[in-house]
């Protein structure tokens, strides 16, 4: 996975100002688009287009300061139609306009080029299962919420907040399969996993393929499939987040799987009272790599 992501990273300075087959690339590597975009915004700390842009930027900041050229003609060569699409890129990634920077030969910011390696350090231990799961299903209460990558998402804590807490007890007895027990449930999730674009997330449980979904409550069908489940303990939701993140930078470069399209759960298996410490298992959907 380091040397795909090098790759992609080499194809992206080749092609700055073209439109990149991340898919194609991703199947001569010997993966997938959506498993190269996940692992590499998770490594990144960026989505793989923000990447692109601040690149194409700051290349094409050195030909507005040169002045040799006129923008449009700039603007094309780096991928854009117009002086105004560029201007916005510009603009979002310099946070001045191109002719200010070239009357003023700044304000600019780099974006240095990527290199991705691996380095072991054996902090985070991973306990970790694979499991096969038949086809399953999803119900509950969902919406779309925005995601966030530290701390509390506010607008889920809401959702959760707002329903009764009967309805949390209903929840509970119609659960009959793995995973069991009441579920945070995120699906729809975009491949670079930008922050604060929407997802589908689902409060509810698992039940049988052949179990309907109950008047009043959403679905989501799950195939059969691998999972990889982590377990973490210790603070809520930090240890979570940690687990999750370690799956990424820890996991899944030293193992033979790959991330596959699907939901991704959490269950908590054990709380203290006030919810500032649990034990949780995050459910992955994987295939071999």
């Given at each position: 996975?380091?040397?795909?992501?090098?790759?992609?990273?080499?194809?992206?300075?080749?092609?700055?100002?073209?439109?990149?087959?991340?898919?194609?690339?991703?199947?001569?590597?010997?993966?997938?688009?959506?498993?190269?975009?996940?692992?590499?915004?998770?490594?990144?700390?960026?989505?793989?287009?923000?990447?692109?842009?601040?690149?194409?930027?700051?290349?094409?900041?050195?030909?507005?300061?040169?002045?040799?050229?006129?923008?449009?003609?700039?603007?094309?060569?780096?991928?854009?139609?117009?002086?105004?699409?560029?201007?916005?890129?510009?603009?979002?990634?310099?946070?001045?306009?191109?002719?200010?920077?070239?009357?003023?030969?700044?304000?600019?910011?780099?974006?240095?080029?990527?290199?991705?390696?691996?380095?072991?350090?054996?902090?985070?231990?991973?306990?970790?299962?694979?499991?096969?799961?038949?086809?399953?299903?999803?119900?509950?209460?969902?919406?779309?919420?925005?995601?966030?990558?530290?701390?509390?998402?506010?607008?889920?804590?809401?959702?959760?907040?707002?329903?009764?807490?009967?309805?949390?007890v209903r929840l509970k007895a119609l659960g009959d399969t793995e995973p069991?027990?009441?579920?945070?449930?995120?699906?729809?999730?975009?491949?670079?996993?930008?922050?604060?674009?929407?997802?589908?997330?689902?409060?509810?449980?698992?039940?049988?393929?052949?179990?309907?979904?109950?008047?009043?409550?959403?679905?989501?069908?799950?195939?059969?499939?691998?999972?990889?489940?982590?377990?973490?303990?210790?603070?809520?939701?930090?240890?979570?987040?940690?687990?999750?993140?370690?799956?990424?930078?820890?996991?899944?470069?030293?193992?033979?799987?790959?991330?596959?399209?699907?939901?991704?759960?959490?269950?908590?298996?054990?709380?203290?009272?006030?919810?500032?410490?649990?034990?949780?298992e995050l459910w992955l959907p994987v295939e071999p790599a």
């Amino acid at each position: 996975m380091i040397s795909a992501l090098n790759r992609l990273v080499d194809l992206v300075e080749e092609r700055l100002g073209e439109e990149h087959d991340v898919d194609g690339l991703a199947r001569a590597l010997g993966t997938t688009g959506y498993h190269l975009r996940r692992m590499f915004s998770s490594l990144a700390g960026m989505p793989l287009s923000e990447y692109v842009r601040r690149r194409r930027m700051t290349v094409a900041a050195a030909d507005v300061v040169r002045g040799q050229d006129d923008l449009l003609s700039i603007a094309v060569r780096h991928g854009y139609g117009s002086t105004e699409a560029f201007g916005r890129a510009f603009r979002a990634v310099h946070g001045a306009n191109p002719g200010d920077v070239r009357r003023h030969g700044g304000p600019l910011r780099t974006q240095p080029q990527l290199r991705f390696r691996l380095t072991v350090e054996g902090t985070i231990p991973m306990d970790t299962r694979i499991i096969d799961r038949p086809a399953f299903r999803l119900v509950g209460h969902a919406t779309r919420v925005p995601l966030i990558h530290h701390g509390v998402n506010p607008h889920i804590q809401e959702h959760i907040t707002a329903l009764p807490p009967e309805e949390h007890v209903r929840l509970k007895a119609l659960g009959d399969t793995e995973p069991s027990g009441l579920l945070q449930v995120c699906d729809d999730l975009d491949p670079e996993a930008t922050e604060g674009s929407e997802l589908t997330y689902l409060h509810g449980v698992a039940v049988s393929s052949d179990t309907a979904v109950p008047d009043g409550l959403d679905g989501i069908e799950v195939p059969p499939g691998r999972w990889a489940v982590f377990r973490s303990t210790g603070p809520y939701p930090q240890s979570l987040q940690t687990t999750w993140a370690a799956t990424a930078t820890e996991w899944f470069p030293a193992n033979p799987w790959r991330l596959r399209p699907g939901p991704s759960i959490v269950t908590v298996l054990d709380r203290t009272p006030d919810f500032t410490t649990a034990t949780c298992e995050l459910w992955l959907p994987v295939e071999p790599a």
